[in-house]
């Protein structure tokens, strides 16, 4: 077993709360146990351009409360060339760097799997999406955070509704997973959700807004950005055909999802997370993603996150039928 000295985090993908708080536990770790960390700026990016910094105790300060991620993040297309992984694994050599870290999702997990697997480097993944559709996983750093933002927005948007007795279509973040809507429609009291996962009879649902306007309710309808309709703007154009738009508003809450200080649950679980990684390199072990799993801390093959995700709780959408009865 190789000794780890030398061990470098780096953030990819969507940012998402709790990303600094996993920073933090990566490098403080490190400074219990004597090993020298190292931040990678720009995902990475910055492996392949040399841009690693050296990071200590006092360098993840007060960092833990704050959203976003302080070494930056992006999506590196060039990092499928061979030729650019050839570069970032000399970059990483002349460091002497002997073990990498991961906050991101699926596709920054296969990037780094095959980056481990050509040039030998330990690698630990840890979940960083929003979005909730890791395999492997119960949880991701900064669900709960989006999940709240998004609470508190429908909220505030249903104040709105209530007052004018119209109809809100919220369209919420997921790419092509409905995990994020159909967990906030339950926890809102959304009368009805829109997710890839659903195939939707749009017949069923025009006839639904249809009562909630005759009767003079207001109702709020989650929309994943990814639905199979296409979104909260293509929902709307298709329900205005039966002159419904008087009564009818979208709001596309996009990025102020990722944003903000992380709640309790991404703290925690970052922290837990970091500093788990962190000791799986020190025990010698590569190509691992750190999860929960019915409450637990669980160490899997990273492969694990390439398989289709499937959602648990898809028995949510009975209960908001049945809760909106009108």
Request: with cysteine; net charge negative.
């Amino acid at each position: 077993m190789v000794k780890v000295q030398n061990i470098a985090v780096l953030t990819s993908g969507g940012d998402s709360p709790g990303m600094n708080a996993c920073i933090r536990a990566v490098v403080r770790s490190c400074v219990y146990h004597k090993l020298n960390a190292f931040g990678v700026v720009d995902g990475f990016n910055g492996l392949i351009n040399d841009n690693l910094i050296p990071m200590g105790y006092d360098d993840v300060s007060n960092i833990l409360q704050r959203g976003g991620t302080i070494l930056g993040t992006a999506r590196c297309k060039e990092f499928h060339d061979p030729a650019f992984r050839k570069t970032a694994f000399e970059n990483l050599k002349k460091r002497n760097i002997d073990g990498l870290v991961i906050i991101g999702g699926d596709g920054s997990f296969k990037g780094a799997a095959i980056f481990s697997e050509e040039y030998n480097i330990p690698v630990i993944g840890i979940p960083g999406s929003i979005d909730n559709d890791i395999s492997g996983t119960d949880y991701s750093i900064g669900f709960d955070t989006a999940m709240n933002t998004i609470i508190h927005a429908v909220d505030n948007i249903r104040d709105t509704a209530s007052s004018h007795h119209r109809v809100f279509l919220v369209e919420v973040m997921g790419n092509n997973s409905g995990v994020l809507a159909l967990n906030t429609a339950v926890s809102s009291g959304a009368e009805e959700v829109f997710m890839p996962e659903k195939k939707e009879d749009l017949l069923e649902i025009k006839e639904k807004i249809d009562r909630a306007v005759h009767a003079n309710k207001s109702s709020i309808i989650i929309v994943s950005e990814g639905d199979q309709v296409g979104g909260a703007k293509e929902v709307f154009n298709y329900l205005q055909e039966f002159g419904l738009a008087d009564k009818l508003r979208v709001s596309i809450l996009g990025h102020i999802q990722r944003g903000g200080s992380p709640s309790y649950l991404d703290r925690l679980y970052a922290t837990l997370f970091g500093e788990q990684a962190v000791a799986c390199l020190i025990q010698g072990r590569s190509n691992l993603m750190i999860g929960v799993l019915d409450g637990q801390v669980v160490v899997s093959d990273i492969s694990v996150s390439q398989k289709p995700y499937e959602i648990k709780n898809m028995h949510y959408l009975k209960l908001i039928r049945k809760l909106s009865v009108y």
